[in-house]
Nanobody
Framework: QVQLVESGGGLVQTGGSLRLSCAAS????????MGWFRQAPGKEREFVAA????????YYANSVKGRFTISRDNVKKVRYLQMNSLKPEDTAVYYC???????????????WGQGTQVTVSS
């Protein structure tokens, strides 16, 4: 059974930074893809970024490229999403997720965290 626990959301001003954490528990993650998605009120869940567990393949949505970065701590089984130069349009509930295959589509992810709110004030 895979469990994902997120933390690190909050309120920040435009141009500020936040770091989200996703702690994973499972016997092995070597073949998993870890993804980040977000959902704003009234909108569909949107892909943000994804990385293979090894970090060999990482992909970002155009809307966050150059501002967001995924990093990892394999010992702690934690993946981080560093978010810089935040904009009001980044306001959403952010979710980490795990998939047994590579994908940027929410439907393909089998395991989800509980979500954490990120609010960027203008």
């Amino acid at each position: 059974q895979v469990q994902l626990v997120e933390s690190g959301g909050g309120l920040v001003q435009t141009g500020g930074s936040l770091r989200l954490s996703c702690a994973a528990s499972a016997r092995t993650f070597s073949t998993y893809t870890m993804g980040w998605f977000r959902q704003a009120p009234g909108k569909e869940r949107e892909f943000v970024a994804a990385t293979t567990w090894s970090g060999g393949n990482t992909y970002y949505a155009n809307s966050v490229k150059g501002r967001f970065t995924i990093s990892r701590d394999n010992v702690k089984k934690v993946r981080y999403l560093q978010m810089n130069s935040l904009k009001p349009e980044d306001t959403a509930v952010y979710y980490c997720a795990a998939s047994t295959g590579w994908s940027t589509v929410a439907y393909d992810y089998q395991y989800w965290g509980q979500g954490t709110q990120v609010t960027v004030s203008s």
